[in-house]
């Protein structure tokens, strides 16, 4: 435990996996029907058969959105698919959904009716249904909770911890873009702060824009690879970055892990808004986050399978872990992965903290 003199550990040096790590520490499992406690993208509950996967996260404003550029009705969407995609990352179908909301009195019923909107749109989307949530005034700004509850067969379910030496290591869609879309959308905040006159300029940005303010969970991925009869072997949504979450599975797992830079998916728009940010593209896959892609891995027996799989890109293997963990860039050289990913309570400068 990091104390001071003062007998206080501030919670910056702790960071937020350092805090949770606290909390789990202190956390026993009891009832026979906790399968999986915390530590991984969902926990697992056994119902008697199947196994029911639940997941929760959390927005704040001022956080996590911005409603200065962030519509409500996006923000809606947004807040049940980040949850979605946990649920997906442990090869599990989500089915119901709970919000939480607290709201300060800046908000009217309007507003509230448009974020439910893009709640509802979401719903339909992935064929979830909203059964309850809590409803709370907020001193300040706008606090959403949502928990996704899905369903899985026992022998479908895909772990964090089970990753092993020669399996390779798959991504879906691509990278680094949500977090440049996010850039932007400071950028022309920023100026519109200055000169309310200036209108924002969006253009060119649309791709990576609708990365950040709309993202999707990868449930296609989940049915192709079922169709396809691969079953990875370990797996976990990218929110905090392809590096952070990648260091999760091999932590985990036990295991060190080589990806290559010129594997590593990222869309030409993603390349150009990059360099407009004087960013390199491949940082920005590495450590941005809100992608809500899936990383897996599977069996290297699975290569001719997942070859055919659309928008799935294998950028590399797991490693035995005294290996360690490692990229090798585009100009051959082996650089160690470091969890730049979003820490909640480190400041960096970064927009979202
Ligand atoms: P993800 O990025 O996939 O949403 P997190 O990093 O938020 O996952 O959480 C990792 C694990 O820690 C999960 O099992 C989650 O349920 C658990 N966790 C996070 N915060 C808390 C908390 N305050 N109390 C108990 N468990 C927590
Ligand atoms: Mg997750």
Redesign the pocket.
């Known amino acids: 435990m990091l104390e001071n003199k003062n007998n206080r550990t501030e919670l910056r040096d702790l960071g937020e996996f350092g805090l949770?790590e606290q909390?789990k520490s202190r956390t026993e499992l009891k009832n026979a029907g906790s399968v999986k406690g915390?530590?991984?993208?969902a926990?697992v509950i056994d119902c008697g058969g199947k196994l029911c996967v639940v997941?929760?996260?959390m927005l704040v404003e001022g956080v996590h959105f911005d409603l200065a550029y962030c519509p409500l009705r996006h923000l809606g969407y947004k807040a049940v698919v980040v949850n979605l995609s946990?649920i997906f990352a442990m090869n599990a179908v989500p089915q119901q959904i709970t919000v939480s909301i607290g709201v300060s009195n800046r908000f009217s019923l309007e507003a509230i009716e448009a974020f439910y909107e893009g709640v509802y749109l979401a719903c339909e989307h992935y064929e979830v249904d909203l059964v309850g949530g809590d409803t709370s005034s907020s001193a300040g700004g706008f606090i959403i909770s949502v928990t996704a509850i899905g369903y899985a067969e026992k022998d479908q379910l895909v772990y964090r911890d089970t990753a092993a030496e020669h399996d390779l290591i798959c991504v879906t869609g691509d990278l680094g873009a949500a977090y440049l879309g996010l850039q932007v959308l400071e950028r022309e905040k920023s100026v519109y702060k200055d000169n309310p006159r200036i209108q924002p300029d969006l253009s060119g940005y649309d791709y990576i824009i609708e990365r950040q303010l709309k993202p999707e969970a990868r449930w296609d991925i989940i049915e192709r690879l079922k169709e396809n009869g691969i079953k990875p072997t370990s797996m976990i949504?990218i929110?905090?970055g392809l590096a952070s979450e990648l260091i999760h599975i091999c932590r985990a797992s036990g295991t060190g892990c080589a990806i290559y830079e010129d594997k590593i998916p990222v869309d030409p728009a993603t390349h150009s808004a990059a360099a407009d940010f004087n960013l390199n593209a491949t940082v920005c896959a590495l450590s941005g986050g809100e992608d809500y892609e899936l990383l897996f891995t599977v069996k290297l027996a699975d290569l001719e399978k997942i070859k055919k799989i659309k928008d799935i890109s294998l950028i590399g293997h797991i490693t035995e872990k005294a290996q360690g963990m490692f990229m090798v860039t585009d100009a051959g050289a082996s650089v160690q992965l470091t969890a730049q990913g979003w820490d909640a309570f480190l400041n960096k400068g970064d927009p979202r903290e």
């Open positions: 949770i909390i915390i530590g991984d993208d926990a997941s929760t996260d946990d949504d929110s905090d």
